[in-house]
């Protein structure tokens, strides 16, 4: 497929259906995040503005695998190989991620996951081109997370997955995807699953 990503024959750990991620304001709590959580998921876990040690680290990875779930640690590439991956906010695809630095061949252990951030073409663009697995589109619909922001919408969502998936990264809907009626509206759409803020929604159908 034509711009898909070059290591697209290293093998891949299989991607979550589900992720959670952690907020400073409406889910600060990690271990409550969890437990809501069901096996399978994933938790992205954002300490921002926190100071986190490995040992927060390594402990909160055993609560996650305990659950049957993985800990996804944002933006600290040096502690996140104590857990199951790393989540890049959309600002650290700039210089220097955009030489397959995230590439699978370069992960610091197998099965590692990164995911990225992505509000637009280019940004997805970036992503494939720092050698992520995944992408979280955002936001999709009206979220309490950016009440002013403007939502993408189910097109543009679905032209964004479709443009992650020929550059062969999963895309999750991130932001306000919270009833049946949401979920239903995002079939066909082309994601590889839902993301939300400490609440563990069900997979959509492709």
Known sequence: MA????????????????????????????????????PGAGLIWRPYGTTVTRADVVALTRAAHARGCLLILAGQSSLAVSADGLHLPEHMLNSPYTDQCFAARRRPKPGFIVTAAAHCERAVIAAARAGVDAVLISPVFATKSHASATTLGV???????????????????LGGVTDEEKHRRLTGSNATGIASIGFFAREPQR
């Open 3 to 38: 711009g898909a990503r070059s290591d697209k024959s290293h093998a891949r750990q299989p991607l979550p259906p589900l992720l959670a991620l952690t907020d400073p304001v409406r889910a600060p709590d990690p271990y409550e995040s969890l437990a809501g959580a069901s």
């Open 155 to 173: 097109t543009r969502f679905a032209r964004l997955a479709h443009l992650a998936a020929s550059l062969g990264l999963g895309a999750y809907a």
